[in-house]
């Protein structure tokens, strides 16, 4: 008798062979994805489409419209093009995987590059995607992988695996070429074909896709100057200490030269935050008002304050201005879609109110100020304010850039300011680490220490963070007159420290066990760093412990 399995999808069930597997569920049955299957989550757990179906089974099959199968697409992507490059140029075809860069990736090539050779490219890719090849999972000893990488002069691989301790490690080939990335796979190339290249220069191009929150089509690419020249400036300093990747860390850490690193990182950070506070001091004559925004846990409180003790050395005495005490009464609120408040949508705020108060600020008038009763849903108005003839504003808030909001007031008086953990530092030449990465292991780290949340509960709530940014602080970015980074770029390993013990907290039945199990697989390829180093006004402390500004 042949044993069956029941395997349920989009809320029906079906009767298969015992040991079918995904791939033949799916010639089977067609789910209602939009675009090809990448991955399918099997019981809560994700699985390749090579994996055999043993039990009774949950299954639910994902394109890249999802955050996992969009990071397979990339990755899947990323080793077309690695095939792709070394048929055309062989061992010439060195590149490296930097940054995300306008809802694509930022590429930068060994060779030169120009708008033809990039058109050939592409099409090679096509020609590889059309071909359907297969993309094969291999279980490799990892000292003969490592002398693959050296052999091919993939350094900073081959530096990789000298950190890793596992006898096997898992490499993926399409056709003569291996490679290996921080994620699953695609079963075969014709699943990714929806992508694009943009010439940038003689060096770099992007790679572009639909993303997670622009889905239905591919995003004519747009450039940020700002964010590519923040990017730039960073990986000239990670170029200049030769700290690039987590093995170039790593040996900093191993060598008991850590301390260095630190002091070092720090002292650029706050050079540029007094560079900042000078040109705004040097314009005090104009500039009336600090705008501050960023997206979550990218340490603005800790910027603003640092700032605000700048400004005063400088002879200006900052006034803090909290957004949140202009919102509209509670039962005035717009409510989402699932019949919540939405505080964080613009029409929260009483835009009318707030224009008016700044704008009588700086005018010198003395003007009644709110303060918002979270328990009434109102806002309550028991102190005046008049600004002295010396201080300045600082406004930080979710919609600080927005054009929308100060309209009355000129837009020579306004400073703006960006603030994100734009992470340069890569794992390897072929896997870049997300900068959302880096924020939700700090607001892991920091949600856990001053709110006690489990690692499920600040998971849960990610996704409608990073919903909120896309619509009310990403598309603003360049409105700001500078951008910081807040990254350091020592931080994952002290990261490490933290987060790596919450996240092993995370159940294997818990939904968010696959994503907890990713960010340890990251962090296993930094060394821990211990904090005692750590200055007190360093914007990672506002995550760990031990600010000034939180303690």
Avoid at 164 to 190: A, F, H, Q
Avoid at 428 to 455: E, F, Q
Avoid at 459 to 484: C, H, N, T
Avoid at 485 to 494: D, K, L, Q, R, T
Wanted: hydrophobic fraction near 35%; glycine fraction near 4%; charge should be neutral.
């Amino acid at each position: 008798m042949i044993e069956t399995v029941k395997i349920t999808i989009e809320g029906k069930t079906y009767e298969y062979n015992k040991n079918i597997t995904l791939e033949e569920v799916l010639t089977e049955h067609q789910p209602s994805n939009r675009y090809p299957v990448l991955i399918a989550r099997v019981n809560n757990r994700l699985r390749e489409l090579t994996y055999t179906v043993k039990e009774d089974s949950e299954v639910e099959f994902l394109d890249l419209t999802s955050p996992e199968g969009n990071r397979i697409h990339i990755n899947g992507l990323i080793l077309v093009f690695l095939y792709a490059v070394n048929n055309l140029y062989g061992k010439d075809g060195k590149f490296r995987v930097e940054y995300s860069l306008d809802k694509g990736i930022y590429v930068r090539t060994k060779f030169k590059l120009n708008e033809d050779k990039l058109s050939d490219i592409k099409t090679a890719m096509k020609d590889i995607i059309k071909k359907d090849m297969p993309i094969t999972r291999m279980n490799i000893d990892r000292l003969e992988a490592r002398k693959y990488f050296l052999e091919l002069g993939e350094e900073s691989k081959a530096g990789v695996l000298r950190y890793n301790t596992d006898n096997y490690i898992t490499l993926y080939r399409l056709g003569n070429v291996y490679d290996y990335y921080y994620s699953l796979m695609p079963t075969s190339t014709s699943k990714l074909k929806d992508f694009d290249l943009t010439f940038l220069n003689e060096h770099s191009f992007v790679l572009r896709f639909p993303t997670v929150y622009i889905n239905d089509k591919i995003k004519k690419y747009e450039h940020h100057p700002l964010l590519f020249d923040v990017f730039e400036q960073y990986k000239k300093w990670a170029d200049m200490i030769n700290v690039k990747t987590s093995v170039d860390l790593n040996r900093v850490i191993s060598t008991g030269k850590i301390s260095d690193l630190i002091k070092m990182d720090e002292t650029v950070q706050t050079h540029r935050l007094l560079s900042m506070s000078r040109e705004i001091y040097d314009n005090r004559k104009k500039i009336k008002v600090v705008l501050l925004a960023g997206p979550s846990s990218s340490g603005k409180t800790t910027t603003s304050r640092k700032l605000g003790i700048y400004l005063n050395c400088a002879g200006l005495q900052p006034l803090t201005i909290g957004m949140d005490d202009f919102f509209v009464d509670r039962k005035d609120n717009p409510k989402d879609e699932n019949g919540e408040y939405d505080y964080e949508c613009l029409e929260a705020l009483d835009l009318k109110l707030f224009d008016e108060t700044i704008k009588k600020l700086i005018a010198g008038e003395t003007v009644k100020m709110p303060t918002y009763n979270f328990y009434t849903g109102k806002k309550e108005f028991k102190h005046e304010l008049t600004l002295g003839e010396n201080e300045i504003i600082i406004i930080e808030g979710i919609h600080a850039l927005d054009p929308k909001i100060l309209t009355n007031i000129p837009r020579e008086q306004k400073y703006k300011i960006y603030i994100s953990p734009l992470t340069e530092l890569r794992m390897d030449d072929h896997n870049r680490i997300p900068t959302t990465d880096n924020r939700i292991l700090r607001r892991i780290v920091r949600d856990n220490r001053t709110r006690n949340y489990k690692v499920e509960d600040t998971l849960k709530q990610w996704a409608s963070v990073r919903l909120g940014e896309e619509k009310y602080i990403f598309p603003y970015q360049d409105e700001a007159d500078i951008m910081i980074n807040s990254a350091a770029i020592y931080e994952m390993g002290v990261l490490k420290t933290y987060a790596e013990p919450l996240l092993y907290s995370v159940e294997s039945d818990s939904p968010y066990y696959e994503e907890a199990k990713r960010l340890i697989n990251e962090l296993r390829l930094f060394l821990p760093i211990p904090s005692e180093s750590i200055p007190k006004d360093a914007v990672i402390r506002e995550f760990i412990g031990g600010s000034y500004f939180h303690e």
